[in-house]
């Protein structure tokens, strides 16, 4: 174990001092940093400050409506002008945004016109002038009631099976899937490929064979598996916490996220999943570099397999559409495809216990088995050096060594 620990420290150390390493894990933070700040700075321009005019025609609108209820965002300053003339004249001499039209017939026809020059209101002072029109138009009920006619419905979907729980403000229970299986392809990728070019290159320049020397092939690749893992591990929390960062910098400019809880068991799901299909990318990546003499070669057989890896994106909108689908559940439960279909699956609905159980089960299994066969890949390489292991080699050497 002594010996497998110094591996694992070597390729940390290594790895986290590369310039590239340093360059990629600091890109990605600041990119998200970047696009928050661009996304506050573009809300704070944008934002019109100038008041919001109304016609009356329907005599419903009250011109001094109480103060805002509780929970209630009325912070646009509005104007009652007599006839549609006044309010165009205003809005011309840029005294107000835009101007509201309400027709005699209101609200029996829930019709409106609305006036503007060169952009309408934005979607949340348009929704703050809904409040003010509904509390005008409830302002003889006690406060309690306007509250709650204010405040809409509030829907939360139960599902019997599995006992989850789906509302209108978990907004984040998509968002996260999307971005949890975009940070799992960063970095589980870029480690598992490392994986396959330490191999080659080591195999290549006939370094592997002084190491199998003084340290058992299980302890130098267990070895390097541990030390990539802890790189990616490192890459992870560094994501997470510029996400973290990020979410709570914008969170007053995004409504939405105010009322957004942690979805712890999503998280725990994920963990869970998420070590067994790093070890999966790993030893497949072990068993390519065994069996190539080039990087080169094994760059192109490990982009093929890539490709099962990725498959739940293809098929992203069949699980948008129906997260039951026959394929999707059979993504569920293949053990290549398993982390990323459970991750995007989650956001849209339950995925029953029973495939959670299986899909680990077989993913868990799928390791030791990949594992057990990469190592004899590995072993036969080393036996043939500066000649590839074909189909028929690999399979020979899995069966006999």
């Known amino acids: 174990m002594r010996n497998f620990w110094l591996v694992a420290k070597h390729e940390y150390r290594r790895m986290v001092v590369r310039r590239g390493f340093v360059i990629g894990t600091i890109a990605i933070p600041l990119g998200i940093v970047m696009l928050v700040a661009l996304g506050i700075l573009v809300e704070t321009l944008s934002e019109n400050k100038l ?11 009250d011109d001094s409506p109480s103060p805002p209820l509780p929970d209630t965002a009325v912070h646009i300053q509005v104007r009652s002008f007599p006839n549609e003339e006044a309010a165009l004249t205003a809005l011309e001499g840029e005294e107000i945004q835009a101007f509201f039209v309400f ?12 006036y503007y020059l060169a952009k309408p209101p934005s979607d949340d002072t348009w929704d703050e002038f809904n409040d003010f029109v509904r509390l005008s138009l409830v302002s003889t009920l006690p406060d309690e009631i306007q509250a709650r006619l204010l405040e809409g419905p509030s829907i939360t979907v139960q599902d019997i099976v599995n006992g989850r729980e789906f509302s209108n403000n978990d907004v984040i229970n998509i968002i996260l899937p ?3 299986s975009f940070l799992f392809l960063i970095a589980t990728m870029s480690a598992a490929s490392y994986m396959l070019r330490v191999v080659a290159d080591e195999k290549e320049n ?42 709570k910098a914008g969170v007053g400019f995004v409504p939405a996220s105010q009322q957004a809880t942690v979805p712890w068991a999503y998280l725990g799901v994920i963990a869970l999943f998420f070590l067994p299909a790093y070890a999966l990318i790993s030893a497949v990546m072990v068993a390519i570099g065994g069996a190539v003499t080039e990087m080169q070669q094994g760059q192109q057989v490990a982009a093929i397999l890539n490709l099962f890896f990725l498959l739940p994106l293809f098929l992203t909108p069949v699980i948008f559409n129906n997260p039951a689908h026959p394929a999707v559940v059979f993504f569920t439960l293949f053990p290549a495809t398993a982390f990323l279909t459970i991750s995007l699956r989650w ?45 028929k080699a690999v399979a020979v050497a899995i069966r006999r060594i």
Not at 106 to 113: E, I, K, M, R, S
Not at 361 to 379: D, E, I, K, N, T
């Open 206 to 247: 006939r370094t592997m064979e002084i190491m199998v020397t003084s340290l058992a092939p299980g302890q130098l690749i267990g070895g390097k598996a541990a030390g990539l893992l802890g790189v990616t591990l490192t890459q992870l929390f560094i994501y997470i916490m510029a996400v973290v960062v990020g979410l």
């Open 51 to 61: 008041p919001l005019g109304y016609v009356d025609k329907a005599g419903i609108l």
């Open 103 to 114: 027709p005699p017939d209101y609200p029996q026809t829930l019709q409106t016109h609305l």
């Open 178 to 180: 999307l971005a949890a």
């Open 347 to 391: 956001g849209l609905g339950t995925i029953p216990a029973w495939q959670l159980s299986l899909s680990w089960v077989l993913l868990v299994a799928s390791v030791f088995l990949m594992v057990w066969a990469a190592a004899r890949v590995f072993r036969a390489g080393m036996l043939r050096y500066g000649q590839p292991l074909s189909l």
